[in-house]
């Protein structure tokens, strides 16, 4: 009969407790097929970014939303990149059209929205990377209410 009952106590979750130190401080970023890496191809663009191109920049704003359990980056509502230095000129060719996400993370408190993504790398070198700096910060941009 005990071991039937530490089965159940098991399952219904008696033999472990909550511990919030456990929980992630800080979520990764990651894009998917449907983060639209096309407006931010576009917008580099329209700041005379080239493949082969490096810089340090704001990107704003990007959309975070949570999507079975990850936190995914959409490009969909940036109206701008702010090219705050240039690393390297770009070689005059086409930007590319993937997009990869690399050291990115957010912290977990973190909701979906809109937000400033400020002061990452950016390549455009066989994909367009956005690369995470130690100056690389999230701004909440709020909501403008419309009356």
């Known amino acids: ?46 700041e005379k970014m080239s493949h082969g191109g490096t810089v340090k920049a704001n990107l704003s704003p990007v959309r975070l939303e949570m999507d079975h359990g990850r936190v995914v980056m959409y490009f969909c509502p940036m109206k701008k990149v702010e090219i705050l230095e240039i690393v390297a000129e770009g070689d005059g060719n086409t930007i590319p059209a993937e997009a990869k996400i690399e050291g990115l993370s957010v912290p977990s408190h973190f909701k979906s929205g809109l937000y400033e993504l400020e002061n990452v790398e950016l390549t455009s070198n066989g994909t367009i990377q956005v690369k995470a700096t130690e100056k690389t910060t999230w701004k909440v941009i709020e909501k403008a209410f419309v009356y």
Do not use: H, I
């Open 1 to 46: 009969m005990n071991k039937v009952f530490a089965a159940f106590e098991d399952f219904l979750g008696g033999g472990k407790s909550y511990d919030p130190s456990e929980q992630p401080s800080s979520s990764p970023v990651t894009v998917t097929a449907y983060s639209q890496p096309n407006v931010l191809q576009t917008r580099m663009k329209e």
